[in-house]
C-alpha cells in the first residue's frame, strides 16, 4: 500500500487497567507509526478471543489494505493475510485458476473478510462468502460497499451448519468453489456438501 497502516493487539489474562495503560502508553510512544492500539482480556489462556470484547484505546479501531484498487477494512478478529505481497500472489493464482468467464457462481468458503470472494467478483456473475466470525463478514460487507461491489453476498457461521441442501437451493448451486479453511481443515459434513455440489473446480 502507499500508506502503511499498522495496529497493535495486546492480550491479556487479566484486567489490569494500569499496567495495560502503561504498556499501550510505552508502544504508543516507541512506535508512533501504530494507527490501530488495542487490547483484548482473555480468561481462557489461548489465542482465541472470538468471543472477547476488543477495546480500542487509541486510533481507528481498524486498519485498511490496498489491492489492485480495492480496499480492504480489517478488524482485529478479521483475518487477512498478514503478508500483503503473497497475498496478491496467492490471490492472482487464485483467480487465474479459475478461469472465468462471467457467468459463474462462486462460493467462496472461510472468506473472513471477503479478500478473495472481491478479488474475484469482477470475473463472475454471482460470488457468496461464508465465514464462522461474523465481525470478518461485518467487514466483508462494509468492504464490498467500499470497493462499489454488488455482486458478493456474505453468510456468517460455522460452515458445517451454513452450508447445507436448503442452503444451496436458496441461493443456487456453486460453478466455482474457493476454499481457504482453517487449520483445523473441513468439518465431514463441509466436505460431503461439496462432494454433491459436483464443482468443476
Partial sequence: TSTQQWMLLLQCFYDDKAAIEDILNYMKGEFPALSSINYVINPKANDTITHEEIICVHGAPYIEEEMEGLRFRIHPKSFYQTNSEQAHTLYSFTRDF??????????????????????????????????????????????AKLNGIDNCKFFAGDMKDVLNDTFIADHGAADVVIVDPPRTGMHKNVVETLLRLNAPK
Avoid at 472465468?100 to 470475473?123: C, H, M, P, S, W
Avoid at 464462522?132 to 466483508?140: L, T
Wanted: charged share 30%; hydrophobic share 35%.
Fill in 98 to 143: 479459475c478461469e472465468l468467464k462471467g457467468n459463474e457462481r462462486v462460493y467462496d468458503l472461510y472468506t473472513g473478510t471477503g479478500t478473495i470472494a472481491q478479488f474475484v467478483a469482477k470475473n463472475a456473475k454471482e460470488v457468496i462468502g461464508i465465514e464462522y466470525v461474523k465481525e470478518a463478514i461485518e467487514d466483508a460487507k462494509t468492504n
